[in-house]
C-alpha cells in the first residue's frame, strides 16, 4: 500500500484565496483525520472522521474551515477565504476503528499564505 | 481536561549514548492507550512505540523503550545507544475513548556525532 497520499506538498496562495488540500487514507482504513502543526501550537486536531461521518471538528477554527469526506477513499479540507494566519503543515491520517489502532500519516501538505 | 505534556522543548545525547524523553499526561479515564511518535525533518510523523494503560508491563521495540507509571500518569521514552538517525522531533501522544489522538508539544532531540 502507497499509504496515506496529501496533495499538494506545498501550496503558497495569497490571503483571500481559497485552499483545498487533499487526502487519500490507507485502503481499508475507515477513521479519517486532519491535524494542524504549528511551532506555536504543536499539532491540533481539526476535524475526524469515521466511517465518512464527521464525529467531532469542534477543532475547527472557524467557518472559513470546512472537510468533506464524500467516500471512503478521499477526504478535502477547505479554507475560504484562507488568512496569513492559517499557514502552517496540515496533516491528514488514517486508521482503522478503534483507539488502539495507530494512525498513519501522510506527508502533509505546507501551506503559506501570502 | 485530557492533556499531555512534555517538559523538555530541546534534548542533545552523543551518538551511542542514552537519553530519556519524559511525558506526563492527564485522563479521568482508565483504560487508554499512549505513543511515541517521530518527526524527523522529512516532516513524517513515524510511530515509535504503543503502550496499553491496562498493561504493567512496559513496551519495547528494539532500541525503544518507555517506563509507564500509571499512577503518576507518567509515559517516558527512552532511547539506548543513540543513532545519528533518531535526530527527530518526539512527541507523546494518548488517544480518547472517542479515538481522538491528544499530542503533546515535542521535543527536539539531536544526537550528536
Known amino acids: 500500500d502507497a499509504g496515506v497520499i496529501q496533495s499538494p506538498r506545498h501550496e503558497v496562495t495569497e490571503m483571500g484565496q481559497e485552499v483545498t488540500l487533499r487526502c487519500k487514507p490507507i485502503s481499508g482504513h475507515n477513521s479519517l483525520f486532519w491535524y494542524r502543526q504549528t511551532m506555536m501550537r504543536g499539532l491540533e486536531l481539526l476535524i475526524y472522521f469515521n466511517n465518512n461521518v464527521p464525529i467531532d471538528d469542534s477543532g475547527m477554527p472557524e467557518d472559513r474551515f470546512s472537510a468533506k469526506m464524500p467516500n471512503a477513499s478521499f477526504s478535502t479540507l477547505k479554507i475560504q477565504p484562507s488568512e496569513p494566519r492559517d499557514s502552517a503543515v496540515y496533516f491528514c491520517a488514517s486508521s482503522l476503528a478503534g483507539r488502539d489502532e495507530k494512525l498513519f500519516f501522510g506527508s502533509g501538505t505546507q501551506l503559506s499564505v501570502l | 481536561a485530557q492533556t499531555v505534556t512534555q517538559s523538555q522543548p530541546e534534548m542533545s545525547v552523543q551518538e551511542a549514548e542514552t537519553v530519556t524523553l519524559s511525558c506526563t499526561y492527564d485522563t479521568s479515564e482508565n483504560n487508554y492507550y499512549l505513543f511515541w511518535y517521530k518527526q524527523p525533518p522529512s516532516r513524517q510523523m513515524i510511530l515509535v512505540i504503543r503502550?496499553?494503560?491496562?498493561?504493567?508491563q512496559n513496551a519495547t521495540e528494539n532500541r525503544f523503550s518507555v517506563n509507564f507509571q500509571k499512577a503518576a500518569k507518567s509515559f517516558s521514552l527512552k532511547i539506548s545507544d543513540s543513532q545519528l538517525g533518531d535526530t527527530a522531533m518526539y512527541f507523546c501522544a494518548f488517544i480518547l475513548n472517542t479515538g481522538k489522538l491528544i499530542f503533546g508539544q515535542g521535543t527536539t532531540l539531536q544526537v550528536k556525532p
Open positions: 503502550q496499553e494503560a491496562y498493561k504493567q
